[in-house]
């Protein structure tokens, strides 16, 4: 897929080195349009004009990888991504590192913060996070948590440019359980750079509240149009983009029963997405289970996008890490 160029400015108006990526809405609009624009750079490889300015760009630096939940694509997107700019990345999982438990959060944060650059942690509560980079004085980004994952929308928005040519003015469905990371994360991105979002959820897995009035306030400034509905078909109607997520992630694993039915009449399927426009994108953060929230005719077909997404990860995070740590 052929990408459109992009306007990489050697010296922002803003200051990211150092900046945390903890939840979306802690960035601007500009910031992560920056951050977009070098991933859309970086992918283009040898080809990129500004290829030697990434080259070596984090050279001798390290990335702390915390994991306190596994995930394939978060591991090697990361520590593939500091390698290609120069840098190195160490994994944490929990038997190397005892986060709150065996030393407390405050005391880790410190420690690390004097021997590595950066750190990447991937756990269950926000606050795990928040604490963590109260007490580091290197940048901390959040590689999935409870509330939110910001690396993977980050990844998101740069497939639908990649394929759409644009962000503002887009229509976007999230259809599932709008309670996760994924939607809750889904909708501040999506209404901070101007993108009409929708999602359609049960009654029982609305979003969290607070989180939809952030992104209420972030669609008022940016012209964004939010809607929440129960009609899963109401809410794919000419959209440019359809997404789904797992209906039971991990640690949910006893309500699977329960929510497997509840969100059922949400199932991506042909007769759904017949609503969205002709030219919808299908996006999915992986992994997948074909036949429960996607079918895979959809997920398989000539809409899916899922794999551009995956490798997308590597690209925006790489545009992330530069960002936040270069010198």
């Given at each position: 897929m052929s990408i459109k160029p992009s306007e990489v400015?050697?010296?922002?108006?803003?200051?990211?080195?150092?900046?945390?990526?903890?939840?979306?809405?802690?960035?601007?609009?500009?910031?992560?349009?920056y951050v977009?624009?070098?991933?859309i750079e970086m992918k283009k490889g040898k080809e990129s004009p500004f290829y030697s300015r990434y080259e070596n760009a984090l050279g001798g630096q390290t990335l702390g990888m915390i994991f306190e939940k596994p995930s394939t694509r978060t591991r090697v997107s990361f520590e593939v991504g500091m390698f290609q700019l120069g840098g190195?990345?160490?994994?944490?999982?929990?038997?190397?590192?005892?986060?709150?438990?065996?030393?407390?959060?405050?005391?880790?944060?410190?420690?690390?913060?004097?021997?590595?650059?950066?750190v990447m942690i991937r756990t269950h509560a926000h606050e795990t996070l928040t604490r963590f980079d109260q007490y580091a004085n290197i940048p901390v980004i959040n590689g999935l948590c409870d509330l939110y994952h910001p690396t993977q929308v980050l990844a998101d928005?740069?497939?639908?440019?990649?394929?759409?040519?644009?962000?503002q003015g887009l229509r976007i469905a999230y259809i599932g359980d709008g309670?996760?990371?994924?939607?809750?994360?889904?909708l501040l991105g999506a209404t901070m750079m101007g993108m009409d979002m929708t999602v359609a959820s049960p009654d029982d897995d609305l979003p969290q509240a607070?989180?939809?009035?952030?992104?209420?306030?972030?669609?008022?400034?940016?012209?964004?149009?939010?809607?929440?509905?129960?009609?899963?078909?109401?809410a794919t109607k000419g959209v440019d983009v359809v997404i789904t997520d797992v209906w039971t992630s991990m640690g949910q694993e006893d309500e699977q029963e329960a929510r497997m039915k509840r969100l059922e009449p949400y199932q991506?399927?042909?007769?759904?997405?017949?609503?969205?426009?002709?030219?919808?994108?299908?996006?999915?953060?992986?992994?997948?289970?074909?036949?429960?929230?996607?079918?895979?005719?959809?997920?398989?077909?000539?809409?899916?996008?899922?794999?551009?997404?995956a490798e997308n990860r590597l690209h925006a995070q790489k545009a992330l890490l530069y960002a936040v740590m270069s010198r």
């Open positions: 400015t050697p010296e922002p108006c803003f200051q990211l080195k150092g900046k945390s990526m903890l939840n979306l809405a802690d960035w601007a609009p500009e910031e992560v349009e977009l624009n070098h991933a190195q990345a160490i994994y944490l999982n929990t038997n190397d590192i005892q986060l709150g438990r065996g030393e407390s959060i405050e005391d880790t944060a410190q420690v690390l913060s004097r021997y590595v650059d950066a928005l740069l497939t639908i440019k990649e394929h759409k040519g644009k962000l309670k996760n990371n994924m939607a809750h994360t889904l607070d989180i939809y009035e952030k992104a209420k306030e972030m669609a008022t400034q940016s012209g964004a149009q939010l809607h929440l509905t129960t009609d899963p078909h109401a991506v399927n042909t007769d759904l997405c017949s609503h969205a426009a002709t030219d919808y994108i299908f996006l999915h953060c992986l992994p997948a289970h074909r036949g429960e929230e996607v079918t895979a005719d959809i997920i398989d077909g000539g809409h899916s996008v899922v794999f551009d997404e």
